[in-house]
């Protein structure tokens, strides 16, 4: 689909939030299953996902069980992305490493960027400077979004090569994408 395509389905969706412009691009390539670990970022997303009969979605306890039910579900046929931040990311090497990158699993993981940008939690810090290197010593491809005029893009995109490739993708949401983590006083 053309840049120009994609931009004019989102203007007919009516919600160029960046959490309508994902469960847009979620719909249109058929990911319906949306297990997650709850997150303050991403609830936008999640309470949207819910609304829309769509898409199946639910909490799961922990990163490790969202992966292992989207990788259930998509040796059954159907397609599925996980929601997490980026500390529940640590936990996730060995299932990345066991299932889902030698058994060819289009993994479609959406991260909420915590550990920068005015992070008050050094345990967040720590983990967001241990994320990317260990994708890429697995080899899973990744990127970072802060710009709201590429989400859509590299969404698609991201989405459409995991599933060609049969190859987990990591979309880290970055706060000046969703704003971050807000605390009040």
């Not at 319906?32 to 999640?46: A, C, E, G, S």
């Not at 996980?82 to 299932?99: C, E, K, R, Y």
Request: aromatic share 8%; net charge neutral; with cysteine.
């Amino acid at each position: 689909m053309a840049i120009a395509e994609q931009h004019n389905s989102t203007q007919a969706s009516g919600d160029k939030s960046w959490h309508g412009i994902v469960l847009q691009t979620l719909k249109r390539n058929e990911i319906r299953l949306i297990p997650y670990v709850p997150d303050r970022v991403l609830t936008p997303l999640i309470k949207n996902l819910h609304a829309d009969a769509f898409f199946t979605t639910f909490a799961t306890a922990r990163e490790e069980e969202a992966v292992g039910i989207v990788s259930g579900a998509w040796m059954g046929g159907r397609r599925g992305a996980v929601l997490m931040q980026t500390s529940g990311f640590a936990t996730l090497a060995n299932t990345l490493a066991s299932l889902a990158v030698p058994y060819q699993i289009p993994l479609i993981m959406f991260v909420s960027e915590r550990g920068t940008l005015g992070e008050f939690n050094y345990g967040q810090s720590l983990v967001c400077r241990t994320m990317r290197p260990v994708l890429d010593s697995l080899a899973i491809e990744h990127h970072t979004i802060t710009r709201l005029d590429e989400l859509e893009f590299i969404v698609d995109r991201s989405i459409k090569q995991a599933v060609t490739t049969q190859a987990p993708v990591a979309l880290i949401l970055n706060p000046l994408l969703t704003g971050g983590k807000v605390f009040d006083k």
